[in-house]
């Protein structure tokens, strides 16, 4: 059966403690516009993404819509109430997915709404590695040394870095695959999607990613956005 939908599911569910902000994150400026309405313009644009389930903090879920509608993201299907943290948050969308009927091999795409600066050539390669492999990651791989320490004061050992990647999102799934990692393993704690598909032994695949991926954490990444964006011109 071939491929019926492209989805991306985008998690905006953060509260904004860590950036220093009053607000949740995504209504935090970028230029002109919030970092919600830049991610999700950016996103759409992406021709490979069919439909936009955006997952937001829910407190803020009435603000959310009235901005997405005010600026006309069309794309957007839905907006999802998040979760306490970013991992129920994706189940909780994926969850919502199955109810509305979504087929097992469409391919979903959970992308963090903190990254604004959205590459549409990986997207595009993030859909094609997960429809030949059934999960795809974007990462980079390391440019320095990488140690680890078991108590932040002493090295227990240094890794190949030839072998070590930074991962980013998006991370794209066929819909069964990850709906399954979800439910079967929701009381482990991880940090993202792909590490769930790895504990069912399923194959990832790595798309490269770009140190241009930049994730909204602090203030001075605001900046680093805001360069990122001059050079599009």
């Known amino acids: 059966m071939g491929i019926s939908k492209h989805i991306c599911v985008a ?5 904004g403690e860590r950036f ?9 400026q970028l230029g002109e516009d919030p970092m919600l309405i830049v991610t999700l ?25 009235n901005l997405i509608l005010a600026k006309q993201i069309k794309k957007v299907k839905a907006i999802l109430r998040g979760g306490a943290t970013r991992q129920e948050s994706s189940r909780l969308a994926l969850e919502f997915l199955k109810r509305s ?9 959970i992308a963090d709404g903190d990254r604004p600066c959205v590459d549409p050539e990986i997207v595009h390669k993030s859909f094609l590695a997960a429809e030949k492999t059934g999960a795809s990651v974007v990462a980079i791989p390391m440019s320095e040394s990488v140690l680890m320490s078991k108590d932040g004061t002493k090295v227990a050992q240094y890794l190949p870095r030839e072998q070590v990647y930074t991962v980013q999102t998006p991370q794209t799934f066929l819909f069964a695959t990850i709906l399954n990692a979800h439910i079967r ?19 990832i695949a790595i798309v490269v990613g770009s140190k241009d991926n930049i994730k909204i954490t602090v203030p001075e990444d605001v900046n680093a956005y805001l360069l990122w964006k001059a050079k599009q011109k």
């Open 20 to 28: 220093g902000a009053p607000y949740p994150k995504q209504f935090v």
């Open 185 to 203: 393993f929701r009381k482990k704690v991880v940090t993202d999607d792909a590490s769930l598909v790895a504990m069912l032994k399923k194959p």
């Open 41 to 65: 313009r950016e996103l759409s644009r992406c021709v490979d993404i069919d439909e936009i389930y955006v997952v937001a903090e829910p407190s803020s879920r009435d603000d959310v819509y």
């Open 101 to 109: 009927g979504t087929p097992a091999d469409a391919l979903v795409m």
């Open 11 to 15: 998690l905006f569910g953060g509260t």
